[in-house]
Each structure stands twice: as structure tokens, then as C-alpha cells.
């Protein structure tokens, strides 16, 4: 009897083909895989490295016309830190909360004039540089221009 349709292959055979499939289609993956590996750590490295920096960042904003993050460093009063600049007087020193530090006798420190809290020079610059507000409070770092708030008066209306 003739047989028209496929003549069966031995099991060695038929196992050795779908092997061969499989381990064509699992290359397959395997590379495309780390072709998307690779793409997505050149693209992140790509965009790190031409980040622009916090202070150029600030001054694009100016540029823009957005709001203005730019804080007058020289209003804000700088110091070498001592013991009697302390806040309170149990504990081992000020706590710095941009690097969360402790502020050594010594140091240069900022202390912003509204509320009062104590940084290092070099934490509290680059906070300032894209931020206008205090990083712990969030209180204004300048107070408002006298020029821009209405006059008050003690005076009481009859």
C-alpha cells in the first residue's frame, strides 16, 4: 500500500528537528533581548551625561520667563558654626538637612533669616539654586519686598 502523506520520522530525528526550532527561536529571544538591554543603557547614559546642571537649569528658567528661582546669597547670613549658635542646648549639634549632617564647631553655615534653620554653605547654595523655599519648612527663604505688601494699619475702623 502506497502512503501520500508524511512518512513518520523516528523519534531521534523528529526530537533532534524541534531541538534545532528551539534553540533557533531561543537565540532569537536571547539577542533581541539584549539589543533592547544595550539600547536602553546607552539611551540612559546618553541622558545623564547631557543633563545640564542645577544652577544653568535656574537660569533657563529666568530666561524662559517662568518663575524665578534665583535667591540672593548675599542676604542670607553666613557664619562659622559654634556651640552657642546652637538652637537648643542639649544634643550632639545642629543637624544640616540637605545632607543630613551634623554641623561640626567650625563650619560654614547659612541661617535663613525667616525660619531660622541652620545648613552648610555648600548644601544650602545648591538647594537655593533651584529652589526658593526652605528645604525642611518650605517657608520663603527671602521675605517679600516691603514695597509689594499692602500698608497695615494698628488703627481700628469707628
Known sequence: MASFGPTALPNS???????KGTVIFSYTCVGLV???????LVFFCYHIRNRAPVAAAAADTDAAGGRGRSVDLTK????AYTESA?????????QCSVCLGTVQAGEM???LPLC????????????LASHDTCPLCR?????PEED??????????V
Open 139 to 143: 517657608a520663603e527663604v527671602e521675605p
Open 109 to 111: 553655615v547659612r541661617l
Open 116 to 127: 531660622k534653620h541652620l545648613y552648610h554653605v555648600e548644601c544650602i547654595d545648591l538647594w
Open 13 to 19: 530525528e523528529r526530537a533532534h528537528h524541534l531541538n
Open 148 to 157: 509689594d505688601q499692602p500698608a497695615l494699619t494698628t488703627e481700628l475702623p
Open 76 to 79: 542670607i547670613p553666613e557664619f
Open 34 to 40: 539584549g539589543v533592547a538591554i544595550i539600547f536602553v
Open 86 to 94: 546652637r538652637h537648643s542646648g542639649s544634643g550632639d549639634g545642629a
